[in-house]
């Protein structure tokens, strides 16, 4: 049954805000386990206190980081699920009344173009002047309307890496620029343990996307082969969590593979998610 505009609006807030302040069971299992196996007190120390900070965001509602974050909405589209504008404005609208309830950070800056470009427009005071990024779509399954909310912050971003990686006909060469990409991108990110989210397409904007859907789709206890050995390599350059060394440099890592063209190339997205992230929290809006 189709939701009416003021339900989607509330629907949409409060999944913003779960996105922004609650870690899912399944990356509280992950820290859990990665506490148990830390050998080095400083790096256990660091996970015992992200996984607290994520107990206290999730009880109080409030943003497990300063950098709130900005929203990425992927919204997967069931075969008789009817999608209007009037639709995407009470999404649009429930993000808006979510940045001001978490409360998110300020940091929208106005003005055209060139201001925006270069910070000259001055500072959004609205938590809401931060606007969400365009929305992805794709098709499931289930007929339903489900959006899934994630909070990107400004470090990830800054330490990502989206580029043509020559695979010679093997995957372990792209493997392999993966882990170099990944491990120089941890260590200069600072908040790590890190989640992986990595995608491979046939154009840019194909791996970023696949990156995106990997966050949406990944789960902590369910790894495949090439996403352990991610892991398992990066963890190896002994960076840990905020630098200490240790283990733990990377929790886990989401890889999404998507349609490949006859080609020397194959275009990757690696985006080291600080230890907050993935920010995500799903909703069925229909």
């Known amino acids: 049954m189709s939701k009416s505009y003021d339900e989607i609006v509330s629907l949409v807030c409060d999944t913003l805000v779960d996105a922004g302040s609650t870690f899912r069971e399944d990356k509280k299992e992950a820290y859990k386990k990665a506490i148990e196996k830390e050998t080095n007190d400083k790096a ?94 794709r098709r499931c399954e289930e007929n339903v309307l489900r959006l899934h909310i994630l909070m990107f912050g400004g470090g990830p971003a800054i330490r990502a890496k989206t580029y043509r990686v020559f695979h010679k006909h093997n995957t372990q060469v792209v493997l392999d620029e993966i882990v170099s990409w990944a491990t120089q991108g941890v260590k200069e990110l600072g908040c790590s343990p890190c989640t992986l989210a990595v995608g491979i397409g046939r154009s840019h904007f194909e791996a970023t996307a696949m990156m995106l859907q990997a966050q949406a789709d990944g789960r902590y206890d369910v790894q495949s082969e090439m996403e352990e050995e991610i892991t398992r390599r990066v963890n190896e350059a002994d960076i840990g969590p905020l630098g200490l060394h240790g283990n733990t440099s990377v929790i886990a890592t989401f890889l999404k593979v998507g349609p490949q063209r006859a080609s020397g190339v194959r275009i990757v997205c690696v985006r080291p998610t600080c230890c907050f992230e993935p920010r995500i929290a799903t909703v069925e809006l229909s």
């Open 44 to 137: 256990r120390w660091v996970l015992e206190q992200i996984l607290e900070n994520a107990e206290a965001a999730e009880e109080n509602k409030s943003p497990l980081c300063d950098d709130s974050g900005i929203p990425h909405l992927l919204l997967e589209v069931g075969e008789d699920t009817p999608v209007t504008g009037k639709t995407l404005d009470a999404i649009r609208e429930g993000i808006v009344r979510g940045l001001r309830k978490l409360p998110g950070r300020p940091m929208g800056i106005m003005g055209g173009d060139s201001e925006r470009i270069d910070q000259s427009g001055g500072l959004d005071p609205d938590s809401a002047g931060v606007a969400p990024a365009p929305i992805l779509l």
